[in-house]
């Protein structure tokens, strides 16, 4: 082959092919096969379909595009380069998966412009694509009007067999065909190779015929490595299709060009080696030295600069004429995006005294949502199927469902993992919607990955998980969270709240809301069973993490932290306590994180060096909380998983009871 004879589509294609060669040859790390199998339809794709402004890559109304398969995210950042994003320069390139570099081993949103989503962990990708489109369809459904258009985009993913093979991909491909995605288009890189070999060695289903009972529309391109074409004319028909979610298996041969590895596992996450990659040009008839990139081939993926500043010129001046017809929604749909929230929006969240009733902290979190939704119009969510346990339904609205996009009540079914994954995209959206995913704190188990990742990828998602502790009950241990609070403890930008009342719900949704607007998630944890309003709780005092609800007079000689439903325990035995003369402080440490975050002075205020004798009361696993209790303290904790009997019964059989805390307490005392 030589290279006049290639047109200007091959020779891009063959661009991003190399680029991706010679990057990974240069970290002697990556994965090449796909970048190199799947360099058509993404530049196809990216070329002649999608709408964006590489010079605003946070343009609103742009197409969003997620490789789920992210592990071939050299395919991602040759396109950004070619097309013109200034995110990735050729220096960039260079630097592939190095310290510090905005090109790193896998696409991560918060690094590089152009990621809209972090992929990595394999289904993640295309169940955020499944939050990205609901956005799209819950927007347009919102603000679009008769004869006013200002949301219609589309989202684009390319997923690989690996993306198929995990069962989030199932979850959420499911839940899309339900709802009818029409602008949901998925091109499924179908090359028959994982790490272990041949696909066939695990993986021989009808992957065509498992989405179309799904509900989705199902193409095939035969020829992925060379048909444009057929490429583009399948594209074309999936935008017809505007009632569902279409699939496009793309089959293509990994690693294209490679005399030797292509069709094998050994390109699919292994630099190519000087004599393989020497052939390879040769091959491909492409005559230039690593990580050049012909003037032609810049010249022409680079139109993408003008057709990006023409799109969006077009879309400021719909938006223009939409502000002019109807300005109140127009004002509406700014402030959401702007990501500022309403003057006055926390007013509605309520404060109680000890003479009112107490409830569960899920019932008074339900009473949050519901202050809150009227006046938080972004905020939008729903549980896996338990939203008349998690109490999460928001009352002045309808479900969303296929028809009724505008509502913001979300169904997710009993697919934990996939509700998280696309909560995170409805985040990372670019729109302002306050997403929120609800379960047993439990559950949690089955949608780790996406809340790690909704950490790690700065989505500003409320985790609302009840039921958090042995006081759950009859379920038994498989449902009771001993340890659950300790491991998500762990997770870096995860802020956890553990409220001990109705104010510290309020608090803690204060808390949540504010942060989900800076780009980080919260995860409330809350109780099945009720517990009383404490005397000294505060909604803001929620924001300091840890604060004393009762205090002595004088230096205290023992102080006792206790989160959520144990809070009451610490109350009670400090009475007893102070009423033996003893001096006792109460702490009511809701979040850990939210403490660390005050600043020396504060902790000490709090939580005096000089006191050592302290004592923590939590419902769940010691682990962590020596930190706070020191050598010299104790824990009323549990180490062990609990049991099936009522809730109540669980406790007090478990130590959590008053009699036990101001036992362990009079032993530290003593």
């Known amino acids: 082959m030589v290279v006049a004879t290639q047109s200007l589509d091959e020779l891009s294609i063959n661009a991003i092919r190399f680029l991706a060669i010679d990057a990974i040859e240069k970290a002697k790390s990556g994965h090449p096969g796909l970048p190199m199998g799947a360099a058509p339809m993404a530049f196809t794709l990216w070329n002649k379909f999608m709408k964006y402004n590489p010079k ?160 989705w529309h199902v193409l095939h391109v035969e020829d992925g490595n060379t048909d444009l074409a057929a490429i583009a004319k399948a594209i074309e028909e999936a935008k017809a299709v505007t009632d569902k979610p279409t699939m496009i298996k793309v089959t293509t041969i990994i690693g294209y060009g490679a005399p030797k590895k292509s069709g094998t596992a050994g390109i699919h996450g292994a630099a190519l080696g000087t004599d393989e990659v020497a052939a390879t040009r040769k091959n491909l008839g492409w005559d230039y030295a690593p990580f050049e990139v012909p003037q032609e081939v810049l010249d022409y993926t680079r139109k993408a600069i003008g057709r990006g500043a023409s799109y969006e010129a077009e879309w400021n001046q719909a938006f223009a004429q939409y502000k002019t017809k109807y300005p109140a929604e127009a004002a509406a749909f700014e402030r959401q995006l702007s990501g500022k929230l309403p003057e006055g929006w926390d007013k509605n969240l309520a404060s109680f005294t000890p003479d009112q009733k107490g409830l569960a902290t899920r019932k008074y979190s339900e009473e949050c949502l519901n202050a809150l939704a009227p006046v938080l119009p972004e905020l939008i969510g729903g549980s896996a199927d338990l939203t008349h346990s998690n109490l999460t339904e928001l009352h002045c609205s309808g479900d969303f469902q296929k028809g009724a996009y505008q ?68 379920d038994g241990p498989t449902h009771q969270p001993i340890e659950v609070l300790a491991s998500l403890r762990a997770i870096p930008n995860l802020t956890v709240i553990r409220p001990a009342d109705g104010n510290e719900t309020s608090g803690a949704y204060k808390v949540a809301i ?18 009383p309003n404490l005397a000294g709780t505060s909604l803001d005092g929620v924001a300091k993490g840890a604060y004393t609800i009762v205090d002595s007079e004088g230096t205290p000689e023992l102080i006792l932290i206790g989160t959520g439903s144990e809070v009451q325990l610490c109350v009670a035995a400090a009475e007893k306590l102070a009423a033996e003369g003893k001096k006792v402080r109460v702490v009511s440490m809701p979040s850990w994180e939210l403490f660390e975050a005050q600043d020396a002075a504060y902790k000490e205020s709090v939580l005096p060096k000089a006191v050592t004798k302290r004592l923590s009361v939590e419902a769940a696993t010691s682990f962590g909380w020596h930190k706070y209790v020191g050598t010299e303290g104790d824990t009323v904790s549990i180490e062990t998983f609990g049991a099936s009997a009522p809730g109540g019964v669980c406790l007090e059989k478990f130590g959590f009871s008053v009699d036990n805390v101001l036992a362990k307490a009079k032993t530290l005392l003593s």
Not at 144 to 154: G, L, S
Not at 423 to 433: D, E, F, M, Q, T
Request: hydrophobic share 40%; net charge negative.
């Open 407 to 474: 509502n913001r009540n979300v169904h997710f079914g009993v697919r934990e993992h996939a509700m998280g994954a696309i909560c995170n995209g409805i985040a990372l959206h670019s729109s302002g919607l306050l997403p929120f995913g609800a379960t047993f704190l439990i559950f949690t188990d089955y949608m780790r990955a996406a809340i790690r990742l909704s950490a790690l990828s700065e989505a500003g998602v409320i985790w609302v998980m009840t039921h958090d502790s042995i006081g759950q009950g009859e």
């Open 514 to 531: 504010a942060k989900a607007k800076e780009n980080a998630p919260t995860l409330l944890s809350l109780t099945r069973q009720a517990v």
């Open 56 to 215: 605003n890559p946070k343009w609103f109304n742009r197409d969003r595009f997620v490789l789920s398969a992210g592990h071939g995210s050299m395919l991602q950042y040759a396109l950004l380069y070619l097309l013109g994003y200034d995110s990735v320069t050729i220096e960039d390139i260079k630097q592939f998966r190095q310290w510090e570099s905005s090109t790193p081993g896998h696409p991560e949103n918060f690094l590089t412009a152009g990621v809209e989503v972090t992929t990595g962990p394999l289904g993640q990708g295309i169940a955020n694509g499944v939050g990205l489109a609901l956005a799209e369809a819950h927007l347009a459904a919102t603000y679009n009007k008769p004869d006013a258009t200002i949301v219609d985009h589309y989202t684009y993913v390319i997923l690989g067999d690996g993306c198929n093979m995990e069962g989030i991909s199932g979850e959420a491909a499911s839940i899309a065909g339900h709802w009818g995605l029409g602008k949901l288009i998925a091109l499924y890189d179908d090359n028959h190779i994982s790490i272990d070999g041949s696909t066939d060695v695990a993986f021989t289903e009808d992957v065509s015929k498992r989405f179309e009972a799904y509900g």
